[in-house]
């Protein structure tokens, strides 16, 4: 081992003792920066961007498992129960379209201009977050939305982009990699993570290692030994994002997770379907989008794909109205200013109203 790797794995190991240890102590930050920082690169930012979207099928997928990772954070899931937006299929369907559609923002607009969809939808996040924080300490939960909360759902849209890239088969350069812990390094900052905690702060190799443990030390241990409420929380997830996914099948994704993150299954596959749809979707990671003379042709058809569905489902929720019936069309309210945002708020459910924000993906 030369000794710039057993340096990568001594900044590695400090970065994810400061994360667990003492970011559970320090909540999110209240004010939000509303510049970029003065290390922001934006042509790094911009290929950050550009590597998502020529990755885009792949790159769903593993910010699905994202999610579903972060649902074995006790104290992250607490949050999500108590403000029971997400804790059946509908209400499901509705956060997590929302969480796509601030995302996507990020990977497409100017995040320096102050006025643009990129910093709005960063605002709101941020606001969101802030009132989670503050709802949760005035209903007994304790400091919720802490910078180790943060820093770990951080991990839930990159982690799994550098530790499973070959897996996935996302296909990119190391300057690639780079770019992409930029762009989510920018993002974390905007939003509130400081340096410190920050897990897309340092080389592309210290960051690769400290994701590296948090898989091993955290998200594989509650994958194998989940917190209550965890599997009704994953399957109100899965089965909302059908619309988006209609072939999607509970309990293949979750052996394909299992199997991704190196963590047994907790039960076998009882159904042919779904043993068939975890087949499908080892073969198209493992072989469609892997095989060069198949993914030529395979990797902007799945893209395409994933993108008109996400398309499809923001603009005409005609699938998700199907199954969940015509209330789909009513938009939720997002003009609320952050800063004033109430328990109401947080655990009702959305009223009718215009999207001020929210009504497209683009």
């Given at each position: 081992m030369s000794s710039s790797t057993k340096t990568d794995d001594a900044v590695?190991?400090?970065?994810?003792k400061t994360i667990i240890e003492d970011g559970s102590n320090v909540p999110v930050d209240t004010t939000?920066?509303?510049?970029v920082p003065e290390w922001f690169d934006a042509e790094l930012f911009a290929r950050g961007q550009k590597y998502f979207y020529s990755n885009f099928y792949a790159m769903f997928a593993s910010n699905l498992i994202g999610l579903i990772l972060v649902l074995t954070v006790p104290t992250i899931l607490d949050v999500l129960v108590f403000t029971n937006k997400s804790s059946d299929p509908y209400t499901a369907f509705k956060r997590y379209l929302d969480t796509i559609r601030h995302m996507l923002r990020w990977y497409r607009y100017d995040v320096t201009n102050a006025k643009s969809k990129s910093q709005i939808s960063v605002a709101i996040v941020h606001g969101l977050h802030c009132a989670a924080n503050r709802v949760s300490n005035k209903s007994?939960?304790?400091?919720?939305?802490?910078?180790?909360?943060?820093?770990?759902?951080?991990f839930g849209f990159m982690g799994l982009l550098l530790l499973k890239k070959k897996e996935l088969a996302i296909v990119g350069t190391e300057e690639d990699e780079r770019a992409i812990l930029h762009f989510w390094r920018t993002i974390g900052y905007m939003l509130g993570i400081q340096d410190k905690y920050n897990l897309c702060c340092g080389s592309l190799e210290e960051v690769r290692g400290t994701c590296a443990l948090i898989l091993?030390?955290?998200?594989a241990p509650g994958l194998l030994n989940p917190p209550p409420r965890f599997e009704h929380m994953v399957e109100a997830l899965l089965d909302g994002m059908k619309p988006i996914s209609p072939v999607l099948d509970t309990e293949a994704f979750m052996a394909f997770t299992h199997e991704l993150c190196g963590v047994p299954v907790r039960r076998p596959l009882v159904t042919r379907y779904s043993r068939w749809m975890y087949n499908v979707q080892v073969y198209t990671h493992a072989v469609l989008l892997t095989r060069a003379w198949l993914a030529a042709v395979f990797r902007p058809l799945l893209?395409?794909?994933m993108r008109f569905s996400v398309w499809l489902n923001v603009k005409f929720p005609v699938g998700a109205a199907?199954?969940?019936g015509i209330k789909v069309f009513h938009r939720v309210r997002d003009e609320v200013p952050p800063h004033s945002l109430t328990a109401n708020h947080l655990k009702q459910p959305a009223t009718k109203g215009r999207a001020a924000m929210m009504q497209s993906a683009s």
């Open positions: 590695a190991k400090e970065k994810f939000r920066p509303k510049d007994g939960l304790g400091l919720r939305v802490t910078q180790k909360d943060m820093a770990l759902t951080q091993r030390d955290v998200y893209n395409y794909n199907l199954k969940f």
